[in-house]
Structure formats: structure tokens, C-alpha cells
């Protein structure tokens, strides 16, 4: 019986840990693996069709990436994984997939919708779609 509560009470000092734990704010440029000046391509996906476009102009790409690169995006609380996406960007450099994001999954991990981070990212889709695609 003695250990069984000693047990519970560890358990809730591990809910209340966790529970007290602050997602930190972080932005495209923390979380890329390199420096993201050096993208060379950017692909997009619509994932309501699968249409792909090809982005190789480094002045277009260098805008569109200046645009969103410091916005500052929370980690959502819920990281369980989740099924289907409207659109996927993924950017690359020598020809190789360095980096993958949505508007609210940076390379796997769950963010919180940012209207400012989502609306850069509806134009841009907007210019090579010549359509909202979600």
C-alpha cells in the first residue's frame, strides 16, 4: 500500500512538471538546420490535389523567405500526429530536401495557427496557383 502511494504521488509531480511546462516561441530561421539564406528551391504541394510547383528564382525565394523567417510561432501543447495537410512547402539547397513545413507543423512539430505567418504563406501559394488552396 506504501508503495503504491508513494508511486501515485510521483506520478502527479511528473503531471504538475509537465503541466508547467511554457512552449517557447520559435521562429523558421531557429529551427532550420542550416542557414536558410542558401535555400535554392522551394517546392509546394497543394494536398487537396497534389498539384507541385517548383520555386528556382533565388530573388522570389529570397523574398518569400525574408517574409516569414522571424515570425515567432508557439509550439502547440497537443503533439500527437495528425492526419491529411491543405499545403506543404519544402525547401531545399543542392538539390537536396533540407526542410519541410505547413502553417502549423514546422519539420514535424505542431505549432499554433499565426494569421501573420499564414497569410505570407496563402499569398505565396496564391501567386503560383493563381487560387486560394485551402
Known amino acids: 500500500m506504501l508503495l503504491l502511494v508513494c508511486f501515485l504521488m510521483g506520478c502527479q509531480d511528473n503531471i504538475e512538471n509537465a503541466e508547467s511546462v511554457v512552449p517557447q516561441p520559435l521562429s523558421l530561421t531557429e529551427v532550420y538546420p542550416t542557414n536558410i539564406q542558401v535555400v535554392d528551391k522551394i517546392e509546394l504541394l497543394d494536398g487537396n ?18 517574409s516569414i523567417k522571424d515570425i515567432q ?43 501573420e505567418f499564414e497569410k505570407h504563406i496563402r499569398s505565396f501559394f496564391k501567386k503560383h496557383y493563381g487560387r486560394d488552396t485551402w
Open 73 to 115: 510561432l508557439i509550439p502547440h501543447e497537443n503533439q500527437e500526429d495528425r492526419v491529411g495537410f491543405n499545403f506543404s512547402i519544402s525547401l531545399y539547397e543542392d538539390g537536396e530536401r533540407v526542410f519541410g513545413f505547413t502553417s502549423t507543423n514546422l519539420n514535424g512539430t505542431y505549432m499554433q495557427t499565426n494569421t
Open 49 to 66: 490535389s497534389g498539384e507541385r510547383k517548383i520555386i528556382e528564382d533565388k530573388s522570389e525565394i529570397t523574398t518569400f523567405i525574408n
